[in-house]
């Protein structure tokens, strides 16, 4: 089993409301999405985290139960769910501004982990907000140091530079979860923001010598990269008629996870064995995944049934 740990909030996405512009309450947040994604392609998943008790909690809670999420890690909040709103540009890419101050899922406290996780959790997922807000971030810390070298540990930044008022710790505080990853995945616009001076060959390549097995990088309708010891692998995206990108790349970790379990790397011993052959099928297909999440409105990941066969 992955389990998926992070934030899970309401994006409010912009509609069209009769003559007038307004916002759709929409499930997400990134660590959410990624469990989401996981389940819809019959990985076992679980999310953990802390959900309101609000009527948005309520809707988060059912839809990761409808999705084939356990919920064993989940914890109950009496604080109000994260808002997110979104607002989408000409490129229909996405750019958001939250509301997260004393919310549920950022109150992650060390008292809500579970005093030891079940024997079947293979990998851990980390990302996103929840590597930034308090109380969550310290909490996540303390989780992932205590299942190192335990667990496959796998990180994406998903950088939100509107909540990061330090660059400079953020990017030292990144780098160390980077050194405890055995898998990082980030976005050309992650790179870009945090490293604007050098090209994502080398800032990924650096990354690759604190410590991770594989480094991948998405490049937007350009495909995406991935980077091992020995080679660099990329692959070109897969065409589609964009509706929006919200999720596209939680759609592409869930899809990236999915590939690892069914081809039986989902493994801390097996990772660094990864050949560039196998490297680029797994880009193919979690590209693909990430492309047809493009052509729907919000984060709504692909199902097992709609993508090539994992096996």
């Given at each position: 089993?992955?389990?998926?740990?992070?934030?899970?909030?309401?994006?409010?996405?912009?509609?069209?409301?009769?003559?007038?512009?307004?916002?759709?309450?929409?499930?997400?947040?990134?660590?959410?999405?990624?469990?989401?994604?996981?389940?819809?392609?019959?990985?076992p998943?679980?999310?953990?985290?802390?959900?309101?008790?609000?009527?948005?909690?309520?809707?988060?809670?059912?839809?990761?139960?409808?999705?084939g999420?356990?919920?064993?890690y989940?914890?109950?909040?009496?604080?109000?769910?994260?808002?997110?709103?979104?607002?989408?540009?000409?490129?229909?890419?996405?750019?958001?501004?939250?509301?997260?101050?004393?919310?549920?899922?950022?109150?992650?406290?060390?008292?809500?982990?579970?005093?030891?996780l079940d024997?079947?959790?293979?990998?851990?997922?980390?990302?996103?907000?929840?590597?930034?807000?308090?109380?969550?971030?310290?909490?996540?810390?303390?989780?992932?140091?205590?299942?190192?070298?335990?667990?496959?540990?796998?990180?994406?930044?998903?950088?939100?530079?509107?909540?990061?008022?330090d660059?400079?710790?953020?990017?030292?505080?990144?780098?160390?979860?980077?050194?405890?990853?055995?898998?990082?995945k980030?976005?050309?616009?992650?790179?870009?923001?945090?490293y604007?001076?050098?090209?994502?060959?080398?800032?990924?390549?650096?990354?690759?010598?604190?410590?991770?097995?594989?480094?991948?990088?998405?490049?937007?309708?350009?495909?995406?990269?991935?980077?091992?010891?020995?080679?660099?692998?990329?692959v070109?995206?897969?065409?589609?008629?964009?509706?929006?990108?919200?999720?596209?790349?939680?759609?592409?970790?869930?899809?990236?996870?999915?590939?690892?379990?069914?081809?039986?790397?989902?493994?801390?011993?097996?990772?660094?064995?990864?050949?560039?052959?196998?490297?680029?099928?797994?880009?193919?297909?979690?590209?693909?995944?990430?492309?047809?999440?493009?052509?729907?409105?919000g984060?709504?990941?692909?199902?097992?049934?709609?993508?090539?066969?994992?096996?």
């Amino acid at each position: 089993m992955i389990v998926v740990s992070g934030e899970a909030l309401i994006d409010m996405t912009p509609s069209g409301c009769g003559a007038e512009r307004g916002y759709i309450p929409r499930l997400g947040g990134s660590p959410y999405n990624v469990a989401v994604a996981l389940g819809r392609l019959e990985v076992p998943v679980a999310f953990l985290g802390r959900l309101s008790r609000d009527f948005f909690g309520q809707r988060l809670r059912a839809h990761l139960v409808s999705n084939g999420v356990n919920g064993c890690y989940l914890r109950d909040g009496h604080e109000p769910s994260t808002l997110a709103f979104v607002s989408l540009n000409d490129g229909f890419d996405a750019e958001y501004a939250f509301w997260t101050e004393n919310s549920a899922d950022r109150n992650v406290m060390p008292s809500d982990l579970p005093p030891v996780l079940d024997d079947d959790v293979v990998a851990l997922h980390f990302g996103s907000l929840s590597l930034v807000l308090e109380p969550i971030a310290t909490t996540l810390q303390l989780l992932v140091q205590r299942e190192l070298g335990k667990r496959v540990i796998v990180v994406d930044p998903n950088v939100r530079p509107l909540l990061i008022q330090d660059i400079d710790a953020y990017r030292t505080r990144l780098e160390n979860w980077v050194r405890r990853a055995d898998v990082v995945k980030a976005s050309r616009a992650d790179m870009a923001w945090l490293y604007p001076n050098d090209p994502v060959e080398r800032s990924a390549r650096n990354w690759l010598e604190l410590g991770p097995s594989l480094v991948i990088v998405t490049l937007g309708s350009e495909g995406s990269v991935g980077f091992i010891r020995a080679e660099t692998v990329e692959v070109p995206g897969s065409p589609v008629t964009v509706v929006d990108t919200v999720g596209a790349g939680d759609a592409f970790s869930a899809a990236m996870l999915a590939w690892l379990h069914y081809q039986g790397c989902l493994n801390r011993d097996l990772l660094p064995e990864l050949s560039s052959q196998r490297l680029a099928q797994l880009l193919r297909f979690a590209n693909l995944a990430s492309a047809r999440t493009c052509a729907r409105a919000g984060a709504e990941a692909p199902y097992r049934y709609e993508l090539p066969a994992l096996q």
